[in-house]
């Protein structure tokens, strides 16, 4: 017993009193940016060449040296990261496009940074071997908002053996603390023609590196308090608008950003439009509820993780969310926005203000007024409040409150996570008066046994107006159980059981699903899931899923089988096809869509998806078709150019949607958006008109 216990209380002690302090971040010139690691000028930075495979077993990484190094002077932190490729694997990159989602399929660096430390919120910066960025807010500790943009610099170099890159990342925009405060970082490097993830922490795990727990701790840079921390970013706006009549527009605008402390930034917008806000696809939606459409709108987006509540943005579909910022302002100008959030002492938090346009269906000035706030409860958990007052369209009397608490550790299955989220929300309207909505979630998500099981109560009274639900009156529960495995290969397998039950409070309605599913998904990113399911509905109100067909009220059930499969970004051609074929309301229901995208080389890209539902019921059968082609243009990482083309043959009306940016120099940009509808032969509420937009934003810190 003594020869056990004595080596495992000397291991103990060597852990606890002889570890390593963080490493730290040094202070240094700044280096010339252009993607060159030239001798000597990276000497004296913390520098960090231990990098381990993920998502395969196969230790392969001698020919894939990789170096990834750090210093900053006060005001940016500045990476170096040297990628030495393999024999027989050349580099792959095929995309210059700033936040193009193609990028995660090319050679490219990943690099998390949590400036906090607290384990709860970060960033992701992305680089590809051509200099393409796309960035991201990380929040609820590995959650991504890919909206966010921050005004960072990569230059990058490809060599015959391998790749280079140089990143210059401004400190205000991540708020990094006073002091040396202990951050967290963690990097991920793929090589697409192999296949292969390598990562500097936590590479054994089935997390992904957006896992902020999971990210080394270093000795973060000490921001100096040169200069007022204000970055400006006024905007000449031109606007002509012809549809049944024309309106001109030329005014002034501004868009400020002050870093009042190193954690707390204080944004303000004035007169500003979103014409250059990307354009909702085309959805025709068989379902009796509203179908839920993301916000895009830049002012909106950032810092948009501080607001989450709940886990209930998890997974990008909700049910139900008490603040939805797609409620504010949509379509309208806003006179005003004021939005305040970062850290103060163990609080994470944001406090919104907007005031939009007025029309003539308003009952005053719309307003809305949100506040967000968590604060944590020991290492693995937090608690929070959320307060919003306000509605669209200016009504008084809306209001709303709630709670919510997260439970997060990995000490179950290995190390794998597991997270419980509970919440209660009340909210107050003029008409309804108050309504209630209360649930919770518990989730193991990592290798190994995967399960989920959730609930909502949502109140026939409960009604937040500045945010969303998809239906009240209800009670809903979700359950998910199955294993997730990887081979020795790195492809990742899952087989589970899933179900879903929605009943009615009144008990006139129910909707319960379930059935085993299927997926697989291979290291370079092809993938297949499947899934055969059971449906029993009823419903008190009948309804049209498409123009001319009607679904009388009763219950019904019907079998139906799910089958999507997709290809890697990474390749010249990709795409992906879906189809969901069987019975479906006493009827059947086929649903087809295909999608491909053809990269012949970085500058340009098109793609086209095709979606038909097809329905048949006994009074009838209909098809509802889309159609979504896109051709982009990106002659540098500066600028860009593109068109999307839309059709549906419910509305009968064809949209087309321009946008092109050019940075003319680090201080002034072009940004031109046109949109143009051809009024519809079929539906009177689909009208044609034409709108453009033309904007010289600069950009200035102070």
Same mark, same amino acid.
């Given at each position: 017993?003594?020869?056990?216990?004595?080596?495992?209380?000397?291991?103990?002690?060597?852990?606890?009193?002889?570890?390593?302090?963080?490493?730290?971040?040094?202070?240094?010139?700044?280096?010339?940016?252009?993607?060159?690691?030239?001798?000597?000028?990276?000497?004296?930075?913390?520098?960090?060449?231990?990098?381990?495979?993920?998502?395969?077993?196969?230790?392969?990484?001698?020919?894939?040296?990789?170096?990834?190094?750090?210093?900053?002077?006060?005001?940016?932190?500045?990476?170096?990261?040297?990628?030495?490729?393999?024999?027989?694997?050349?580099?792959?990159?095929?995309?210059?496009?700033?936040?193009?989602?193609?990028?995660?399929?090319?050679?490219?660096?990943?690099?998390?940074?949590?400036?906090?430390?607290?384990?709860?919120?970060?960033?992701?910066?992305?680089?590809?071997?051509?200099?393409?960025?796309?960035?991201?807010?990380?929040?609820?500790?590995?959650?991504?908002?890919?909206?966010?943009?921050?005004?960072?610099?990569?230059?990058?170099?490809?060599?015959?053996?391998?790749?280079?890159?140089?990143?210059?990342?401004?400190?205000?925009?991540?708020?990094?603390?006073?002091?040396?405060?202990?951050?967290?970082?963690?990097?991920?490097?793929?090589?697409?023609?192999?296949?292969?993830?390598?990562?500097?922490?936590?590479?054994?795990?089935?997390?992904?590196?957006?896992?902020?727990?999971?990210?080394?701790?270093?000795?973060?840079?000490?921001?100096?308090?040169?200069?007022?921390?204000?970055?400006?970013?006024?905007?000449?706006?031109?606007?002509?608008?012809?549809?049944?009549?024309?309106?001109?527009?030329?005014?002034?605008?501004?868009?400020?950003?002050?870093?009042?402390?190193?954690?707390?930034?204080?944004?303000?917008?004035?007169?500003?439009?979103?014409?250059?806000?990307?354009?909702?696809?085309?959805?025709?939606?068989?379902?009796?509820?509203?179908?839920?459409?993301?916000?895009?709108?830049?002012?909106?987006?950032?810092?948009?993780?501080?607001?989450?509540?709940?886990?209930?943005?998890?997974?990008?579909?909700?049910?139900?969310?008490?603040?939805?910022?797609?409620?504010?302002?949509?379509?309208?100008?806003?006179?005003?926005?004021?939005?305040?959030?970062?850290?103060?002492?163990?609080?994470?938090?944001?406090?919104?203000?907007?005031?939009?346009?007025?029309?003539?269906?308003?009952?005053?000035?719309?307003?809305?007024?949100?506040?967000?706030?968590?604060?944590?409860?020991?290492?693995?958990?937090?608690?929070?409040?959320?307060?919003?007052?306000?509605?669209?369209?200016?009504?008084?009397?809306?209001?709303?409150?709630?709670?919510?608490?997260?439970?997060?550790?990995?000490?179950?299955?290995?190390?794998?996570?597991?997270?419980?989220?509970?919440?209660?929300?009340?909210?107050?309207?003029?008409?309804?008066?108050?309504?209630?909505?209360?649930?919770?979630?518990?989730?193991?998500?990592?290798?190994?046994?995967?399960?989920?099981?959730?609930?909502?109560?949502?109140?026939?009274?409960?009604?937040?107006?500045?945010?969303?639900?998809?239906? =009240?009156?209800?009670?809903? #529960?979700?359950?998910?159980? !199955?294993?997730?495995?990887?081979?020795? /290969? *790195?492809? &990742? +397998? %899952?087989?589970?059981?899933?179900?879903?039950?929605?009943?009615?409070?009144?008990?006139?309605?129910?909707?319960?699903?379930?059935?085993?599913?299927?997926?697989?998904?291979?290291?370079?990113?092809?993938?297949?899931?499947?899934?055969?399911?059971?449906?029993?509905?009823?419903?008190?109100?009948?309804?049209?899923?498409?123009?001319?067909?009607?679904?009388?009220?009763?219950?019904?059930?019907?079998?139906?089988?799910?089958?999507?499969?997709?290809?890697?970004?990474?390749?010249?051609?990709?795409?992906? =096809?879906?189809?969901?074929? #069987?019975?479906?309301?006493? !009827?059947?229901?086929?649903?087809?869509? /295909? *999608?491909? &995208? +053809? %990269?012949?080389?970085?500058?340009?890209?098109?793609?086209?998806?095709?979606?038909?539902?097809?329905?048949?019921?006994?009074?009838?059968?209909?098809?509802?078709?889309?159609?979504?082609?896109?051709?982009?243009?990106?002659?540098?990482?500066?600028?860009?150019?593109?068109?999307?083309?839309?059709?549906?043959?419910?509305?009968?009306?064809?949209?087309?949607?321009?946008?092109?940016?050019?940075?003319?120099?680090?201080?002034?940009?072009?940004?031109?958006?046109?949109?143009?509808?051809?009024?519809?032969?079929?539906?009177?509420?689909?009208?044609?008109?034409?709108?453009?937009?033309?904007?010289?934003?600069?950009?200035?810190?102070?």
């Amino acid at each position: 017993m003594t020869s056990r216990i004595v080596p495992w209380l000397l291991a103990l002690l060597a852990t606890t009193s002889l570890a390593a302090p963080p490493t730290a971040i040094p202070q240094g010139p700044a280096p010339q940016l252009d993607g060159v690691l030239a001798p000597g000028e990276w000497e004296g930075g913390a520098t960090w060449t231990t990098w381990l495979p993920t998502r395969t077993h196969a230790p392969e990484t001698a020919e894939a040296a990789t170096r990834l190094a750090a210093r900053h002077d006060g005001q940016w932190l500045y990476i170096a990261f040297d990628a030495r490729q393999p024999a027989g694997a050349p580099v792959q990159a095929h995309s210059l496009r700033r936040d193009a989602e193609s990028i995660a399929g090319d050679d490219h660096l990943a690099l998390v940074l949590d400036p906090q430390g607290t384990g709860r919120n970060g960033f992701m910066l992305m680089v590809n071997a051509l200099g393409a960025r796309r960035d991201g807010i990380v929040f609820d500790g590995n959650q991504l908002h890919p909206e966010w943009d921050a005004n960072w610099v990569a230059k990058t170099q490809v060599r015959a053996d391998g790749w280079s890159a140089e990143l210059a990342i401004p400190l205000a925009a991540l708020g990094a603390p006073a002091g040396t405060p202990t951050w967290g970082l963690n990097a991920e490097r793929r090589i697409g023609a192999m296949g292969l993830w390598l990562r500097l922490a936590a590479a054994d795990s089935g997390r992904t590196v957006l896992t902020l727990a999971d990210a080394l701790p270093v000795q973060g840079p000490a921001p100096s308090h040169a200069g007022w921390g204000l970055r400006l970013e006024p905007a000449l706006r031109g606007s002509i608008e012809r549809g049944q009549g024309t309106q001109r527009e030329l005014a002034p605008a501004l868009d400020a950003f002050w870093r009042a402390t190193p954690g707390v930034t204080v944004s303000a917008t004035f007169n500003t439009n979103f014409a250059y806000a990307p354009l909702d696809d085309r959805v025709i939606s068989l379902s009796r509820f509203e179908i839920f459409r993301p916000d895009r709108r830049p002012f909106f987006t950032q810092d948009a993780g501080r607001f989450a509540f709940g886990g209930l943005a998890d997974g990008g579909d909700p049910n139900l969310l008490p603040f939805f910022s797609r409620r504010v302002g949509l379509g309208r100008t806003l006179d005003a926005g004021l939005k305040v959030s970062g850290t103060a002492g163990p609080v994470d938090f944001g406090v919104l203000a907007v005031q939009t346009e007025r029309t003539g269906d308003d009952v005053a000035t719309p307003r809305a007024l949100v506040l967000r706030a968590t604060t944590p409860l020991g290492a693995t958990q937090h608690a929070g409040l959320i307060a919003t007052r306000g509605s669209p369209d200016g009504a008084p009397g809306s209001a709303l409150v709630g709670v919510d608490h997260r439970w997060r550790d990995d000490v179950w299955f290995g190390g794998e996570p597991v997270q419980t989220d509970l919440w209660w929300l009340q909210s107050t309207h003029a008409v309804l008066g108050q309504g209630q909505a209360w649930g919770g979630r518990l989730r193991a998500d990592g290798l190994g046994p995967v399960a989920t099981l959730g609930w909502q109560h949502i109140d026939d009274a409960f009604e937040p107006a500045l945010g969303y639900v998809m239906q =009240a009156g209800i009670t809903r #529960g979700n359950a998910l159980a !199955g294993w997730r495995e990887r081979t020795a /290969a *790195g492809s &990742t +397998w %899952q087989a589970a059981l899933s179900g879903e039950a929605t009943r009615r409070l009144d008990g006139r309605e129910h909707d319960v699903m379930a059935g085993p599913q299927v997926e697989w998904e291979n290291t370079h990113g092809d993938g297949v899931f499947a899934q055969v399911f059971h449906e029993d509905a009823r419903f008190d109100e009948g309804y049209a899923p498409l123009p001319g067909l009607w679904v009388a009220p009763g219950r019904y059930d019907w079998t139906a089988f799910m089958l999507e499969a997709w290809s890697s970004t990474a390749r010249p051609l990709y795409g992906h =096809a879906f189809m969901r074929h #069987g019975t479906w309301q006493g !009827g059947h229901l086929t649903v087809l869509e /295909a *999608g491909l &995208t +053809w %990269q012949p080389n970085a500058h340009w890209s098109a793609g086209l998806t095709l979606t038909q539902q097809a329905i048949s019921l006994p009074g009838g059968s209909g098809r509802g078709r889309t159609a979504s082609a896109t051709v982009s243009h990106t002659p540098s990482t500066d600028a860009e150019l593109g068109l999307v083309m839309q059709y549906d043959n419910i509305s009968g009306q064809w949209l087309a949607g321009w946008r092109t940016r050019w940075a003319m120099t680090e201080r002034l940009e072009w940004r031109l958006a046109i949109d143009h509808a051809r009024a519809s032969q079929v539906a009177q509420w689909a009208p044609g008109f034409t709108r453009a937009s033309l904007a010289l934003v600069g950009t200035w810190s102070l």
